[in-house]
Nanobody
Framework: QVPLVESGGGLVQAGGSLRLSCTTSGRTFSTYTMGWFRRAPGKAREFVAFISRSGGDTHYADSVKGRFAISRDNAKNTVYLQMNSLKPDDTAVYYC?????????????WGQGTQVTVSS
């Protein structure tokens, strides 16, 4: 089991920014590919962003491309999601996820989520 703890969510006005963080314990963080997902009220969970083990490869959902940026600091066991130009449609619970594999969309471990609310 890989404990993942998200933080950084909150209430922000449209056009604003937030940075989410996800940390875990242990010495094997660099062996996991990491991702961010979100679930909006009444909707299915959706992929947001992916980052490879080294951080050299990233992928984004079309809906956030150009506005969100995923990064990681393996020395701090932390993955980040910088969210800029936020829109009300970005309102959701955001989850980080870890995988021992290389799939962009399939993950083995999940955090509890952090709420992001964007007001218009």
């Amino acid at each position: 089991q890989v404990p993942l703890v998200e933080s950084g969510g909150g209430l922000v006005q449209a056009g604003g920014s937030l940075r989410l963080s996800c940390t875990t314990s242990g010495r094997t963080f660099s062996t996991y590919t990491m991702g961010w997902f979100r679930r909006a009220p009444g909707k299915a969970r959706e992929f947001v962003a992916f980052i490879s083990r080294s951080g050299g490869d990233t992928h984004y959902a079309d809906s956030v491309k150009g506005r969100f940026a995923i990064s990681r600091d393996n020395a701090k066991n932390t993955v980040y999601l910088q969210m800029n130009s936020l829109k009300p449609d970005d309102t959701a619970v955001y989850y980080c996820a870890a995988s021992l594999g290389a799939s962009i969309y399939n993950y083995d471990y999940w955090g509890q989520g952090t709420q992001v609310t964007v007001s218009s």
